[in-house]
T-cell receptor
Framework: DAMVIQNPRYQVTQFGKPVTLSCSQT?????MYWYQQKSSQAPKLLFH???????NEADTPDNFQSRRPNTSFCFLDIRSPGLGDAAMYLC?????????????FGPGTRLTVT | KNQVEQSPQSLIILEGKNCTLQ??????????LRWYKQDTGRGPVSLTI?????NTKSNGRYTATLDADTKQSSLHITASQLSDSASYIC????????????FGKGTRLSVIA
């Protein structure tokens, strides 16, 4: 089945230790998003790729970086995780920018920082 | 400022009962409105999507309404089941180049036996 896959589902890292979260999709969608969702809050967009064009949200900390080596994969790198970075990280894809196209979300990666 | 407000924050109902969740938005220019269901520890899953010209959309036991004049939407759940326990998120899409999404904080629904 076509889908958005995130690995790992649960990640524990130490304060300051770099961590990478991965997202893959079999939908062949042009657009991929990374969101951060903290408990009882709405997802917050960190950045998105339209093909290889990277778009960073203005308030996304420099601590967060992303890579998209090909259409199918996108990575979220947190260079020096702090306790405040503990959250659910959601990857989403979309066929194209423009009105009416659905965003499909992955199951998320729950990040714990100790 | 583009905002989406949802009420109530949380709701507990008995299995088999109906319920209605509310969403008010101040998003301009408006493109479309979606309701998502998010199970605990999972990603959101789309339930319905409505454009400006649509005022009702059903998906099984879920019925969404949209009043574009008052900028209000509701999600009605009929004959609730235990599996309906989840967060329901109202999301409005802005009509612009990359159509960003504005998320509500969600309503946490608990269905109990």
């Amino acid at each position: 089945d076509a889908m958005v896959i995130q690995n790992p589902r649960y990640q524990v890292t130490q304060f300051g230790k770099p961590v990478t979260l991965s997202c893959s999709q079999t939908l062949n969608h042009n657009v991929m998003y990374w969101y951060q969702q903290k408990s009882s809050q709405a997802p917050k967009l960190l950045f998105h790729y339209y093909d290889k064009d990277f778009n960073n949200e203005a308030d996304t900390p420099d601590n967060f970086q992303s890579r998209r080596p090909n259409t199918s994969f996108c990575f979220l790198d947190i260079r020096s995780p702090g306790l405040g970075d503990a959250a659910m990280y959601l990857c989403a894809t979309r066929k194209s920018l423009g009105d009416g196209y659905e965003q499909y979300f992955g199951p998320g990666t729950r990040l714990t920082v100790t | 400022k583009n905002q989406v407000e949802q009420s109530p924050q949380s709701l507990i109902i008995l299995e088999g009962k109906n319920c209605t969740l509310q969403c008010n938005y101040t998003v301009s220019p408006f493109s479309n409105l979606r309701w998502y269901k998010q199970d605990t520890g999972r990603g959101p899953v789309s339930l319905t999507i409505m454009t400006f010209s649509e005022n009702t959309k059903s998906n099984g036991r879920y019925t969404a309404t949209l009043d574009a004049d008052t900028k209000q939407s509701s999600l009605h759940i009929t004959a609730s089941q235990l599996s309906d326990s989840a967060s329901y998120i109202c999301v409005v899409s802005v009509f612009s180049g990359n159509t960003p999404l504005v998320f509500g904080k969600g309503t946490r629904l608990s269905v109990i036996a």
